[in-house]
């Protein structure tokens, strides 16, 4: 495991599940959501996904998911969160988005919350790391689209 200041990246090689293989049925029933985790250097939280997963494949993104049946939005950003980060947030609703995942239109659900914990608290179970960019640096190639406009959107008000 190792540490890289810059983008306070910390990388974790992990197994893909065969979970992800019924993401976009249920992406399809019932939504999506995701959360900007931003810090108190104003910097924003983000997941790489390796390189063999099925949306996005090799792209820093914002940490969400699938809303389960019988879920609220809400429920669905704090489990995912603790799923994929292994912290307990109480994010705040921002606004609704659409994006497109495999062709589709996919509509969602924005949640916001503020991260004050020490990064050794984050227990990473997706993906292949995490980091915190600046606004600046949202601007990579290999950040998703529809995240980079979801953080502008963010930051226009």
Known sequence: MALYSRYSFLYIPLKISNAFKTITSRLDMAGFVNCIIQNELNEFLFQKKDSKYPHFPGK???????IEENESSEEAIRRELLDE??????PSFLFEVEYT???????G?????KFSENLSHI???EGNGFAFFSESET????????DKKV????LNG
């Open 85 to 90: 980060i292994g912290i307990s947030f109480k």
């Open 109 to 113: 659900i924005t949640f916001f919350s």
């Open 151 to 154: 953080i502008k959107r963010f």
């Open 60 to 66: 820093w993104v914002l940490f969400g998911g699938a």
């Open 139 to 146: 601007d990579r190639n290999d950040v998703r689209l529809d």
């Open 101 to 107: 995942i495999t062709g589709k239109k996919i509509k």
């Open 123 to 125: 227990k990473l179970s």
